[in-house]
């Protein structure tokens, strides 16, 4: 490793060299503030006449080989932004003595293109630009260099962090009055310039040491060039296209810039639960996990990249809420889509790691999709649960993260995972965290004030596409609600009829549709009209502070805002048309229009009926009597402890040199045993427990890593017992 402070200039226009920004590089992403911030560094040094300035490092790797035009290429692993933006600079600077050809001026648009600035000008192709960007920057600052060099050629447009920078520097030199002082700062600019070379020094490391200067690198961008960094420098590229932008396509469609630091926070809260991981930890957690799985050797990334990719894809689902590429017509699929909307109306970031357990668990084969959709309303109902009765926040916190641990201990233990999991839920009772009752829920919906809750157009919706499956099978409102709505079949009905359309009801009867709003049908200003006050009865104050808010008193409205004070008549007319004003059949609004009255009586028997319909469309689940009894916290402190892999080993079960057989017909193979009671594959690779060996096995013979169980994936000896069967 060479390192020395250097001028900037001298640096840049080094002949026969070019800097490239590997692939694993994030965008050119300097905004307003960071160039600002080098502009005004840059003119400090100018006025000052004598001094230098400090700004930062760039760091480069060499691979001590050349093209055949004798031009050497350097990966630029630190420094991109800061050097990508001196160079914009200087285009900017170029364009300036262009326009002002007849001022005196210490520098020319010639000189800067033929001093190696921004170019090797005897070079040709790929050789002849001095900087090349990666991803999509790369076409538009290549096109600012062409059209600076041949104003014929097209001028890039389009929206480009390059583009805005570059206009950002020409605006500012056009309203300086001596723009020699930019230029004389530029040459008075110094970094510390590190050359390492390729198999000697240790880039990462470097690269993390040095990022304390200009934007904060993301966890993203940090494990991006971490696990590219693996590979040589002659195939990074390659595994950027064929490991890594594949995981970036998934997580795409959310247009997050931040998408990726949280999937990767929900899947190692997944993974290290119940550990409780902050964004300034996914970093150290992500090498922590590549180590002990052995990823970072024999040129396993790639695996860990397709894991990621699987993971991510599920993660999307969640934040989404819905199954992408799901079939509209498969009943399963729809009612999975149906619940992960819910739970990402009302979950938020605190429930995708134990959904994305969920998708691992059914990915594993031990619930089947049906009881995968099953575990999904029983989060949904939950959260929603919670949510009405004004649960403790940070128990359901704790709680899911928890849970999330207790379900891989289920794992291991070989016991039923869907039986387990509604247990879990069931078994605090009584506790912050619990599962509220029936009789909670239902009290919470009568009594609360539901128009001042965030969650009251989602609670809406969903009634309404509950009461649209009732109707549809020729149902009434007391039929929905009288409890057996709440069975598989009336759910199945409710998903449907929501696929299918319901008037006041958003696709996926998670919201409200767009332009609606909960409406009061007795007004906010009803103690000022006599006729409202008169409805009221004798102790209209009171009435009116217990009713107004209330559940019964609220509908969905194509109106919210137009009759906050109208009459009952005027209100009913409003519920029955739709935005543009055509009749509309509202099923959550059928009970309201057929009222000839409205008041104190009507609003508590029209909240109790929908309080009973919410019994069915978030119910309290059930579980055999022995699986909630194994799982309370006193019978679970007195079992025996899940037998691991080293307890078979301890016990002399499984011994050293024992041959482990793959069951799989389609993969055949083997692992031993080794003297230290570890798993050894044939790649020579250990491992402290099954299913971690199993999935490494799969991914040696070419198999994608599908997550199976190791305990009932390896056999002991050819044709012996399954190890599941062992313990």
Same mark, same amino acid.
């Given at each position: 490793?060479?390192?020395?402070?250097?001028?900037?200039?001298?640096?840049?226009?080094?002949?026969?060299v070019?800097?490239?920004?590997?692939?694993?590089?994030?965008?050119?992403?300097w905004?307003?503030?960071q160039?600002?911030?080098?502009w005004?560094?840059?003119l400090?040094?100018?006025?000052?006449?004598?001094?230098t300035?400090?700004?930062?490092s760039?760091?480069?790797?060499?691979?001590?080989?050349?093209?055949?035009?004798?031009?050497?290429?350097?990966a630029?692993?630190?420094?991109?932004?800061?050097?990508?933006t001196?160079?914009?600079?200087?285009? %900017?600077l170029?364009?300036y003595?262009?326009?002002?050809?007849?001022?005196?001026?210490?520098?020319s648009r010639q000189?800067?293109?033929?001093?190696?600035y921004l170019?090797n000008?005897?070079?040709?192709?790929?050789?002849?630009y001095?900087?090349?960007?990666?991803?999509?920057?790369r076409a538009?600052f290549r096109?600012v260099?062409d059209?600076?060099e041949?104003?014929?050629r097209?001028?890039?447009?389009?929206?480009? #962090?390059?583009?805005?920078?570059?206009?950002?520097f020409e605006r500012?030199?056009?309203a300086?009055?001596?723009?020699?002082?930019?230029w004389e700062?530029?040459?008075?600019?110094?970094?510390?310039s590190?050359? $390492?070379a390729?198999g000697?020094?240790?880039?990462?490391?470097?690269?993390?040491? $040095?990022n304390?200067t200009g934007k904060?690198?993301?966890?993203a961008?940090?494990?991006r060039?971490f696990?590219?960094?693996?590979y040589?420098?002659d195939?990074?590229?390659?595994?950027?296209?064929?490991?890594?932008?594949?995981?970036?396509?998934?997580l795409?469609?959310?247009?997050?810039?931040?998408?990726?630091?949280d999937?990767?926070?929900?899947?190692f809260?997944?993974?290290?639960?119940?550990?409780?991981l902050?964004n300034?930890d996914?970093?150290?957690?992500?090498?922590?996990?590549?180590?002990?799985?052995a990823?970072d050797?024999n040129? #396993? $990334?790639?695996?860990?990249?397709l894991r990621?990719?699987?993971f991510?894809?599920?993660?999307?689902?969640?934040?989404?809420?819905?199954?992408s590429?799901a079939d509209?017509?498969? =009943?399963v699929?729809?009612?999975t889509?149906?619940h992960?909307a819910?739970?990402?109306?009302l979950?938020?970031a605190?429930?995708r790691?134990?959904v994305?357990?969920l998708?691992?668990s059914?990915?594993r084969?031990?619930?089947t999709?049906?009881?995968?959709?099953?575990m999904?309303g029983?989060?949904e109902s939950?959260l929603?649960?919670?949510a009405?009765?004004?649960?403790?926040g940070?128990?359901?916190?704790?709680?899911?993260?928890?849970?999330v641990?207790?379900?891989a201990?289920?794992r291991? +233990?070989?016991?039923?995972?869907?039986?387990s999991?509604?247990?879990?839920?069931?078994?605090?009772?009584?506790t912050?965290?619990?599962? =509220?009752?029936?009789?909670?829920?239902?009290r919470?919906l009568?009594t609360?004030?539901?128009?001042?809750f965030?969650q009251?157009p989602?609670?809406l919706?969903?009634?309404n596409?509950?009461?649209?499956?009732?109707?549809?099978?020729?149902?009434?409102?007391a039929?929905?609600?009288?409890g057996s709505? +709440?069975?598989?079949?009336?759910?199945d009905?409710?998903?449907?009829?929501?696929?299918?359309g319901?008037?006041g009801?958003?696709?996926?009867a998670?919201?409200?549709p767009?332009g609606?709003?909960v409406?009061?049908v007795? =007004?906010v200003?009803?103690?000022?009209?006599? %006729?409202w006050?008169?409805?009221?009865?004798p102790?209209?104050?009171?009435?009116?502070?217990?009713?107004?808010?209330a559940?019964?008193?609220?509908a969905p409205s194509?109106? =919210?805002?137009?009759?906050?004070?109208?009459?009952l008549?005027?209100?009913?007319g409003?519920?029955?048309?739709d935005?543009?004003?055509?009749?509309?059949?509202v099923?959550l609004?059928?009970?309201v229009?057929?009222?000839?009255a409205w008041?104190?009586?009507?609003?508590?028997?029209r909240?109790?009926?929908?309080?009973?319909?919410?019994?069915g469309?978030?119910?309290?689940?059930?579980v055999?009597a022995?699986?909630?009894?194994?799982?309370?916290?006193?019978?679970?402190?007195?079992?025996?402890?899940t037998?691991t892999?080293?307890?078979?080993?301890d016990?002399?079960?499984?011994?050293m040199?024992d041959?482990?057989v793959?069951?799989?017909p $389609?993969?055949?193979?083997?692992a031993?045993?080794?003297?230290?009671?570890?798993?050894?594959?044939?790649?020579?690779?250990?491992?402290?427990?099954?299913?971690? +060996?199993?999935?490494?096995?799969?991914?040696?013979?070419g198999a994608?890593?599908?997550?199976?169980?190791?305990w009932?994936h390896w056999?002991l000896?050819?044709?012996g017992?399954l190890?599941?069967?062992?313990?």
């Open positions: 490793m060479d390192a020395g402070v250097r001028r900037v200039m001298g640096l840049i226009s080094e002949m026969n070019r800097y490239v920004v590997p692939v694993y590089q994030r965008p050119y992403s905004g307003e503030e160039c600002l911030q080098l005004d560094d840059i400090a040094c100018g006025r000052s006449r004598e001094q300035h400090f700004t930062g760039i760091v480069t790797m060499q691979d001590g080989t050349a093209s055949p035009q004798g031009v050497a290429s350097l630029v692993i630190d420094g991109q932004q800061r050097i990508t001196i160079a914009l600079l200087l285009v %900017a170029a364009r003595a262009d326009a002002h050809a007849k001022e005196r001026l210490p520098f000189e800067i293109l033929m001093s190696g170019t000008p005897f070079r040709s192709g790929d050789d002849h001095k900087l090349t960007l990666s991803k999509g920057d538009t096109a260099v059209h600076l041949d104003p014929s097209p001028a890039p447009e389009g929206p480009s #962090r390059i583009l805005d920078n570059l206009a950002l500012r030199l056009d300086l009055a001596n723009v020699a002082l930019v700062g530029l040459r008075r600019l110094e970094v510390v590190v050359t $390492m390729q000697r020094d240790n880039a990462q490391l470097i690269f993390e040491s $040095m304390s904060d690198l993301s966890a961008d940090l494990i060039n696990v590219l960094m693996k040589p420098l195939r990074q590229a390659q595994a950027y296209q064929t490991y890594w932008r594949p995981l970036e396509d998934v795409a469609p959310l247009g997050d810039e931040g998408a990726f630091d999937f990767i926070r929900c899947f809260q997944m993974a290290y639960a119940p550990e409780r902050g300034a996914l970093y150290q957690v992500f090498k922590r996990y590549v180590s002990a799985n990823y050797v040129d #396993r $990334m790639g695996f860990l990249c990621l990719k699987d991510a894809g599920y993660y999307v689902d969640a934040v989404r809420g819905g199954l590429g509209d017509a498969d =009943p699929a729809r009612r889509s149906f992960l819910g739970i990402a109306r979950g938020g605190a429930a790691p134990l994305l357990e998708f691992r059914c990915r084969r031990e619930c999709r049906e009881q995968l959709a099953n999904l029983v989060l939950y929603l649960r919670r009405v009765c004004d649960c403790e940070s128990a359901q916190e704790h709680f899911l993260r928890h849970l641990a207790k379900l201990a289920v291991s +233990a070989g016991e039923k995972y869907y039986e999991y509604v247990a879990l839920f069931l078994v605090e009772e009584g912050p965290r619990r599962f =509220p009752t029936d009789d909670e829920f239902r919470a009568v609360r004030d539901c128009f001042g965030a009251a989602f609670v919706a969903r009634l596409a509950r009461l649209a499956a009732g109707s549809a099978a020729g149902a009434s409102t039929d929905a609600a009288s709505a +709440a069975d598989a079949a009336g759910e009905a409710t998903v449907a009829r929501a696929a299918a319901v008037p009801s958003a696709a996926d998670s919201a409200l767009e609606w709003g409406e009061h007795m =007004p200003g009803a103690l000022s009209d006599p %006729a006050a008169q409805a009221l009865g102790d209209a104050r009171l009435a009116f502070e217990r009713g107004v808010n559940l019964g008193n609220l194509a109106y =919210p805002y137009d009759l906050q004070d109208g009459t008549a005027q209100k009913q409003r519920l029955a048309r935005g543009e004003g055509r009749a509309v059949d099923p609004c059928r009970d229009l057929a009222a000839q008041g104190p009586a009507q609003i508590e028997a909240s109790r009926t929908l309080a009973s319909v919410a019994l469309a978030w119910p309290l689940p059930h055999g022995a699986a909630l009894e194994a799982f309370r916290p006193s019978r679970r402190a007195a079992q025996v402890k037998v892999w080293q307890d078979l080993v016990a002399g079960v499984v011994q040199d041959v482990l793959s069951a799989s $389609m993969y055949p193979g083997r031993t045993v080794t003297s230290t009671g570890r798993i050894m594959l044939a790649t020579g690779e250990t491992f402290d427990e099954p299913t971690a +060996a199993y999935e490494r096995f799969l991914g040696s013979v994608h890593e599908t997550g199976l169980n190791g009932t056999r000896g050819e044709g017992p190890l599941d069967q062992l313990r």
